[in-house]
């Protein structure tokens, strides 16, 4: 679905991510892990075209590399930024109704009604400011208004961060849900033992170079994997 050919991004002179290629196929979930400052962030916004980037971004079979943002959201790309980035002082169903930008006021109830059945809790905070949720149910309120433009390539920046261990565990029980119902996902991680245990393939970044690649499974019993990044000695 998605594929990536030496991707390069630059801030005037930090190599963020340095020729990078990797895919992401239909109905899979690929996870990026890697220390602070890898490049992962860059990673995902160069894909939408936030930031100024190099290389290819092919997207089921189109070149997307020189579109603007809006056009790759159109062609069926979301993303749920690091940090949740909901509207703090907008409801929640205003924040979801951003998120549905390209869609029609007739079809708006049903959308809501189908993110509110994956997020019961959204519907109860339905009238409340967004800023005033917990933690978790922010990230909650970030995943609904992404799809909520009915994506068929979720990328998810550090879902977990910030969130306590039970409400993280929510959360990728919920992105394990989503991929079962045949979204796809790029999923964005500093906890890689969580993202592992739900990927299917795995990428370790580095100082903005993919230095190992594998089936999820296998990066979890590597022991460069296991030291570097899931604490142990
Ligand atoms: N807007 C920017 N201007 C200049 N440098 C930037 C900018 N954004 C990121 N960088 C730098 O690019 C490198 C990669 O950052 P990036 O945020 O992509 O990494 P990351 O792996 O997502 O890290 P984190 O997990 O801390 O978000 C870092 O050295 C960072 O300081």
Do not use: C, W
């Amino acid at each position: 679905m998605l594929k990536i050919r030496n991707l390069g991004v630059y801030y005037k002179l930090i190599h963020a991510v340095d020729n990078i290629s990797f895919e992401v196929p239909e109905g899979k979930i690929v996870t990026l892990i890697g220390p602070n400052g890898a490049g992962k962030s860059s990673t995902l916004k160069s894909i939408v075209g936030l930031v100024p980037s190099s290389g290819e971004v092919n997207f089921l079979s189109h070149n997307i590399s020189k579109e603007k943002t809006y056009q790759r959201i159109k062609r069926g790309i979301a993303l749920v930024p690091e940090g949740r980035k909901v509207f703090v002082n907008l409801t929640v169903l205003e924040n979801l109704r951003i998120g549905a930008f390209n869609k029609l006021s007739a079809e708006l109830e049903e959308k809501y009604e189908r993110i509110f059945q994956i997020f019961p809790i959204l519907k109860k905070r339905a009238k409340q400011y967004a800023g005033t949720l917990s933690g978790g149910e922010q990230q909650m309120l970030a995943l609904g208004r992404a799809l909520m433009s009915e994506p068929s390539l979720l990328m998810l920046d550090e879902p977990s961060l910030g969130l306590a261990p039970k409400v993280v565990q929510e959360v990728f029980e919920i992105i394990q849900h989503l991929n079962r119902e045949g979204m796809t996902i790029l999923l964005v991680e500093q906890n890689a033992a969580m993202a592992l245990k739900i990927a299917h393939y795995g990428y370790v970044l580095e100082t903005g170079k993919i230095v190992l690649e594998n089936i999820a499974d296998n990066l979890l019993q590597n022991e460069d994997v296991r030291k570097s990044y899931l604490g142990e000695v």
